[in-house]
Antibody, heavy 120, light 110 residues
């Protein structure tokens, strides 16, 4: 059974850097996209971007509104995808989910979510 | 890319049917048949309900059904049950090879 397990909650100060992770198991990690979705407090889901680990080449796609604000990456050797911020802002506070894109169009399963709190 | 438009809330009594609309544009919902739906209970991760507009994955109740007409997709929940009380989100693949979610709908079972 496919499963995604995310890293634990984080509390950071504005300006700090952060990388959260999403480890896949139970399926071929290199044959599926991993998408990142954010949910700000009390708000809806927002698609951030995705990474295709691939056997030969890693591919990335970002939401136009978020490109440059975060970096998505993957390490095929340990079946793990990452979401990285170089300088956090208070507005980055929220829950971040990863999910598997089995093929074009849908996401399943989802990770349990990582709560990121940015506060001075 | 603007979020797809969903009603903020929909309610119904147990046993009734409700429909949640999801309106986009010719660059997303109207461009592909790659519309999916997700259910999210409070404090939980989203759960996959519908893919390719009308298809249910195994394990999802047949009380959930999807449809699409032009730039608007819809999710219908028939035989409403207390456990259906949750937030629901649509999603669409876009002509730019990205994705967009809907604004979300809170379903209340009266």
């Amino acid at each position: 059974e496919a499963q995604l397990v995310q890293s634990g909650s984080e509390v950071k100060k504005p300006g700090e850097s952060l990388m959260i992770s999403c480890k896949g198991s139970g399926y071929s990690f290199t044959s599926n996209w991993i998408v990142w979705v954010r949910q700000m407090p009390g708000k809806g889901l927002e698609w951030m971007g995705m990474v295709y680990p691939g056997d030969s080449e890693i591919r990335y796609t970002y939401s136009p509104s978020l490109e440059g604000q975060v970096t998505i990456s993957a390490d095929k050797s340990i079946n793990t995808a990452y979401l990285r911020w170089s300088s956090l802002k208070a507005s980055d506070t929220g829950i971040y989910y990863c999910a598997r894109g089995v093929r074009v169009g849908w996401f399943d399963p989802w990770g349990q979510g990582t709560l990121v709190t940015v506060s001075s | 890319q603007s979020a797809l438009t969903q009603p903020a809330s929909v309610s119904g009594s147990p046993g009734q049917s409700i429909t949640i609309s999801c309106t986009g544009t010719s660059s997303d919902i109207g461009y592909h048949d790659y519309v999916s739906w997700y259910q999210q209970h409070p404090g939980k991760a989203p759960k996959f309900l519908i893919y390719d507009v009308t298809n249910r994955p195994s394990g999802v109740s047949d009380r959930f059904s999807g449809s699409k007409s032009g730039n608007t997709a819809a999710l219908t929940i028939s035989g409403l049950q207390a456990e259906d009380e949750a937030d629901y989100y649509c999603s669409s693949y876009t002509s730019s090879s990205t994705y967009v979610f809907g604004t979300g709908t809170k379903v209340t079972v009266l």
